[in-house]
């Protein structure tokens, strides 16, 4: 009886110590995983603001040369072209006036951005997922059209996260020393805007948004991952080095990956800006003519109707050349800043696994 209640109670503390080891396991696992998920979730929120960020700065003029050309006053033609556009600014606004509604624009993009990339990560592991399941071959990897979709998807997300910080941008660099009313920075434009138009106002132009980033933001990754995909399995130009493209080679493929994504959307992106300036009491001297009717949108379908009708088809692709311009640099240095920031934090997921 004695040995039987020594091992009895052996056993009870043998199960006691597995127990309490499996415990203090799972204790340990607990606080690494997420902490680990954490600063992984933080290094590539990070990466995709300073890719963002540093895009948007070194194209800024010609952002702002864009957004004017879309809404400038078609009775009273300011801006003839991009590079007279330019100087036009130089000259009666000086070196700030080139960078004008460009702190707005990097608050709104950096998020926009963190957002965007780190979306489109977290949507093509879904996707992939999905599609492994659904064919069951588990070596299955993301088609173009499986990148479309994980692009539109991040494209969505990140444009409604930060969408009244756009519509806001668009205002403050429309307006000039001449406005009859000047929003004196992001937050009172914002109370402003809020104050006199209501909230809704914040969102004014964001289905045409949301119908423009699908093409723009998914043609974007999709392209992107599909050229870099196909020169580095073919190597057909003998570009790859140590089965790895050069950053000469990277930026080439995000240049062609936006323009073709900026040529098929930017009907809609003139449409947003135009719908952004309604309700704005002083946007007719931007807009209209004088002695014109006021600047009235009843929607998108409206917006589209009365500016072919007013301006003709070509008004659609107002600042088209400014924009090409702009977004052949901005997309591919986007795109690589991202990889290298990245790849200095250590991260090991690219957003072509």
Known sequence: MASEDVKSTESAAVSTIVNLAE??????????????????????????????????????????????????????IKYSGTVQGLKYIWRTEGLRGLFKGNGTNCA??????AVKFFSYEQASK???YMY????????????????????????????????PMDMVRGR??????NSPYQYRGIAHALSTVLREEGPRALYRGWLPSVIGVVPYVGLNFAVYESLKDWLVKDNPFGLVENNELTIITRLSCGAIAGTVGQTIAYPLDVIRRRMQMVGWKDASSVVTGEGRSKLEYNGMVDAFRKTVRHEGFGALYKGLVPNSVKVVPSIAIAFVTYEMVKDVLGVEFRISD
């Open 23 to 76: 415990e203090a396991k799972l204790a340990r696992e607990g606080v690494k995983a997420p902490s680990y998920a954490v600063l992984s979730i933080c290094k590539s929120l990070f990466a995709g603001g300073v890719a963002g960020g540093v895009s948007r700065t070194a194209v800024a003029p010609l952002e702002r040369m864009k957004i004017l050309l879309q809404v400038q006053n078609p009775h009273n």
């Open 126 to 128: 879904g996707i992939l």
């Open 108 to 113: 709104r993009i950096v998020p926009n951005s």
């Open 132 to 163: 492994r399941q659904q064919t069951g071959n588990e070596n299955a990897q993301l088609t173009p059209v499986l990148r479309l979709g994980a692009g539109a998807t991040a494209g969505i997300i990140a444009m409604s996260a930060t969408y």
């Open 172 to 177: 403050l660099t429309v307006q000039t020393a």
